[in-house]
């Protein structure tokens, strides 16, 4: 083929030409070499001039392109880098943290100008956002904390509105926390608002039902003690439980027993529970009377043994109280083991000292009958004093009253004066027979002292006010068969039997909540 132009370029072929490739395609982007006016081999000139001058414009639009997008690249690899003034550059890491650090400290001043110290804050994840962080304060404001309440866990500045505070304090609500309640649980556990309520919350209070604390039970429980939503299943609580229900303490009344002292379940059994019930038993009082104990008075194990219950049992000693005495007077009045103990009975001791002429010995023997006295108030001491005067009893006579039964100083003034009017207008008996036997004021005018007065009246049986009134209905009954007494037949003065006592409860105990409103100043 004579008449063909060679062209070393690669296109689309057009008609009236003819193109062949090379071997150094164009297509491979190998454009610096071309020259389209070197590279067109003219073999013939019969061709059309057009058909030269239409190659030759195409060559000259595609170096015209190549060169430009080489010289394209060319600039961009020239180009120096944007300066820090430019619209599109990124913050260095550097700078990020100087602004966190700049934002951060605004936050800091913002609450140092409401008087909350942030030095314990650093290292915590808190809003940049000054706003953020008056809403937070702002909420817990509304809750009834003050500032003081946030510094002393400032950590609770970390907690987010929506996220921790709201979702918290909405499921407390729904389970029966009351609102007015919300400042006084806070300030006692404030990490409660760290908490979620299904991985955290919900737990607890399952757990807390299967102790048998019925859910009504659930707020109260709550509000007494918050800090129990932070304990683990299987820690301290389980095994305060196991120790109770080991020494005897029945199954049942597991639920009632928290449900009025919750503060067990935070309780160590090395270190709070077992030496407590084991100094209880070195004293003399069964186990099984600690049992009883408890479940009767648990706040009890609340009482610090180095501060309060061994100088309590020191200090009985100390005052005249028999060694043999104490299980009896911990039994009967547990509270004497936790009261601030030793003020209180050298303060009776000297009342009793001063109005009654009482000795150190026998001020003993009045407690082992009644250790309440310890915790009377001696305005209504003076008060039954003034009465058995004023009806005519002699201090010596008073005095032998007060160590045969010392209860008479806490009876109803108003009652002993019916029993008392009985006595002298319808038994016409001597006031003798009252300081022999000073418990007649204990008994009822009339469910006892009446009927059975008519009763040997009736008879025409002359006996003493023991005789009378010491003794059951049924063995009085008894005794109305005799025709006539030979000697008298007094009964042992009743003491406490603490067999009896440690039997355990033979009935389903209910577990509705029920405060211990013990007052015992007011006694």
Same mark, same amino acid.
């Given at each position: 083929? !004579? ?7 690669? *296109? ?43 190659? !030759? ?8 392109? &190549? ?5 394209? /690249? ?5 180009? +120096? ?21 700049? /934002?951060?400290? &605004? ?24 706003? @953020? ?12 904390? &003050? ?14 509105? +929506? ?12 389970? *029966? ?14 990490? @409660?608002?760290?908490?979620? @309520? ?48 080991? =020494? ?5 009344? %597991? ?27 070195? =004293? ?9 104990? %408890? ?17 309590? =049992? ?16 911990? @039994?009967?009045?547990?509270? $004497? ?15 009793? +000292? ?20 310890? !915790?009377?108030?001696? &305005? ?23 160590? *045969?039964?010392?209860?008479?100083? /806490? ?5 002993? +004066? ?53 003794? !059951? ?11 006539? $007494? ?38």
């Amino acid at each position: 083929m !004579s008449n063909i132009m060679m062209i070393n370029c690669a *296109g689309v072929t057009k008609s009236g030409f003819w193109c062949s490739r090379s071997e150094a395609s164009i297509l491979g982007f190998n454009f610096a070499h071309l020259n389209p006016l070197n590279k067109i081999l003219f073999t013939t000139e019969r061709r059309n001039v057009l058909q030269v001058r239409v190659g !030759s414009a195409i060559f000259q639009r595609m170096y015209s392109a &190549t060169s430009s997008g080489l010289a394209s /690249a060319s600039d961009r690899s020239d180009r +120096k880098p944007a300066g820090k003034s430019s619209l599109y550059a990124r913050p260095s890491l550097l700078q990020m943290q100087q602004d966190r650090l700049k /934002a951060r400290e &605004t936050v800091y001043e913002f609450l140092r100008s409401l008087g909350i110290v942030p030095d314990e804050l650093n290292g915590l994840e808190l809003p940049v956002s000054i706003e @953020v962080m008056r809403e937070r304060v702002d909420f817990l404001h509304k809750l009834g904390l &003050t500032v003081s309440d946030i510094n002393n866990y400032p950590l609770v500045l970390g907690c987010s509105v +929506k996220k921790n505070m709201i979702p918290v304090l909405d499921y407390l609500g729904k389970l *029966g926390v009351r609102k007015s309640t919300f400042a006084d649980f806070l300030r006692r556990y404030p990490q @409660v608002l760290h908490s979620s @309520v299904v991985v955290d919350l919900q737990p607890v209070v399952k757990y807390l039902q299967g102790l048998d604390i019925k859910e009504n039970d659930i707020p109260r429980v709550l509000e007494k003690y918050p800090e129990v939503l932070g304990f683990k299943l299987e820690g301290t609580m389980s095994t305060s439980v196991a120790y109770l229900v080991g =020494i005897g303490v029945g199954r049942r009344e %597991i639920g009632p027993i928290l449900t009025r002292y919750p503060e067990i379940l935070g309780m160590r059994v090395g270190r709070v529970i077992k030496p407590f019930v084991e100094l209880l038993e070195s =004293i003399g009082v069964p186990r099984q009377a600690v049992a009883r104990l %408890i479940e009767n008075r648990p706040h009890m194990l609340g009482f610090s043994l180095g501060d309060q219950v061994r100088p309590n =049992i020191d200090a009985l000693i100390e005052f005249g109280v028999r060694k043999q005495s104490l299980p009896s007077i911990i @039994v009967r009045y547990p509270e $004497i083991a936790g009261i601030d103990l030793r003020s209180k009975l050298l303060s009776q001791q000297n009342f009793f +000292k001063y109005n009654l002429d009482v000795n150190p010995e026998e001020f003993g023997g009045i407690v082992e009958k009644m250790p309440q006295v310890v !915790s009377l108030n001696q &305005t209504p001491i003076m008060k039954h004093i003034d009465f058995l005067k004023g009806c005519g009893f002699s201090q010596e006579d008073m005095k032998t009253m007060v160590l *045969g039964c010392p209860q008479i100083l /806490a009876l109803n003034i108003d009652i002993m +004066k019916l029993n008392f009017d009985y006595f002298q207008h319808e038994m016409e008996r001597k006031l003798e027979d009252i300081v022999a036997f000073p418990a007649f004021f204990t008994y009822s005018l009339e469910a006892t002292i009446k009927p059975r007065h008519k009763r040997i009246a009736k008879k025409g049986l002359k006996c003493s006010l023991g005789w009378l009134l010491n003794c !059951s209905d049924q063995k009085f009954d008894e005794r109305m068969s005799y025709d006539f $007494i030979d000697i008298e037949e007094m009964e042992a003065e009743p003491s406490f039997d603490m067999e009896s006592f440690s039997r355990p409860k033979e009935y389903e105990s209910s577990s509705e909540y029920d405060d211990d409103s013990e007052d015992d100043d007011d006694m």
